[in-house]
């Protein structure tokens, strides 16, 4: 599935295309995505606008039109959006064309249908938006991510620390590949008991995954399964992966063997040598 920085990938590859275009027209595959297709909304409330600009919450894309609609669009688990030709044929999958004054299409290809795309009409968007961004957790580029945040947030808490970076209503994006890449980096053992990481842990959380992150967005994200981006290219960072993955290869830092475990049923690679187990609590403690 898409994280953070293959839904800001995504974004930034679309940015000189988008904004400034006007949509002239809409067609859609008649399928149903994860929730079936507005397609009367977007009839009314983006055909015929222009795009204002393109803004990411999460792992969403908001596409905000200059009447004031925004388009919302989370691709799912195979979702793909990019810029072609009309005259271009188009593809299997390729669920929604939003037609461009400039003879260009913006088109969404979801071959599994988990995407979404939803309408918040103008007259109701500044409401709707702001219920949704409650709904989501901080972002890990904002000025809430920092450790006293998720020392706070996390305390008390027994879940273990994996879980929590992927807690979406916590922690907006942060998905299974960076929350493992970002415990092994910080030398913290995913089973940890969230309450329990020290304030030294969680600003090595904090400044290890902003990093992370980062490097991941500068190499074009990761293609662990099928993830392109809007210019059709795959990302690279699969390639800086130092645990996600590599169970049973070496730790490219210390040679011992990565492990694999399952934790909340999501797969959790670590080191044991480099993120040592914590150690357990007595009754008494």
């Known amino acids: 599935m898409?994280?953070?920085?293959?839904?800001?990938?995504?974004?930034?590859?679309?940015?000189?295309?988008?904004?400034?275009?006007?949509?002239?027209?809409?067609?859609?595959?008649?399928?149903?995505?994860?929730?079936?297709?507005?397609?009367?909304?977007?009839?009314?409330e983006i055909c015929g606008g222009a795009v204002a600009s393109l803004d990411r919450r999460a792992k969403y894309l908001l596409i905000r039109m200059d009447s004031g609609s925004v388009l919302l669009v989370h691709l799912g688990?195979?979702?793909?959006?990019?810029?072609?030709?009309?005259?271009?044929a188009r593809r299997t999958h390729d669920h929604l064309c939003l037609r461009l004054e400039n003879g260009t299409e913006l088109r969404f290809n979801d071959a599994r249908r988990f995407g979404l795309v939803s309408?918040?009409?103008?007259?109701?968007?500044?409401?709707?938006?702001?219920?949704?961004?409650?709904?989501?957790?901080?972002?890990p580029f904002g000025p809430d991510f920092t450790p006293e945040t998720l020392a706070r947030l996390a305390e008390k808490r027994r879940q273990a620390v994996k879980l929590f970076l992927m807690d979406a209503k916590?922690?907006?994006?942060?998905g299974n590949i960076y929350a493992n890449e970002t415990l092994f980096a910080a030398g913290v053992h995913p089973q940890t008991p969230a309450g329990s990481l020290s304030m030294a842990q969680w600003r090595r959380v904090v400044t290890t995954a902003v990093d992370i992150l980062q490097r991941a967005i500068a190499a074009g994200g990761s293609t662990v399964s099928d993830f392109l981006g809007s210019n059709g290219q795959p990302g690279w960072f699969q390639l800086?992966?130092?645990?996600?993955?590599?169970?049973?290869?070496?730790?490219?830092?210390?040679?011992?063997?990565?492990?694999k475990e399952v934790i909340g049923g999501r797969?959790?690679?670590?080191?044991?040598?480099?993120?040592?187990?914590?150690?357990?609590?007595s009754a008494g403690d």
């Open 119 to 139: 309408v918040w009409p103008a007259a109701e968007a500044a409401r709707l938006e702001d219920a949704f961004s409650r709904s989501q957790g901080i972002e």
């Open 267 to 281: 797969a959790a690679f670590f080191c044991p040598r480099c993120q040592p187990q914590p150690a357990a609590r």
């Open 170 to 174: 916590l922690i907006a994006g942060l």
């Open 240 to 259: 800086q992966l130092s645990v996600y993955g590599r169970q049973d290869q070496p730790c490219l830092r210390c040679g011992q063997t990565i492990r």
């Open 2 to 44: 898409p994280e953070l920085p293959e839904v800001e990938v995504t974004r930034q590859g679309l940015l000189p295309h988008l904004p400034g275009r006007t949509v002239t027209g809409v067609s859609w595959s008649g399928q149903r995505l994860r929730q079936p297709m507005p397609i009367q909304l977007l009839k009314q």
């Open 77 to 88: 688990m195979t979702g793909k959006l990019g810029i072609f030709p009309q005259a271009a």
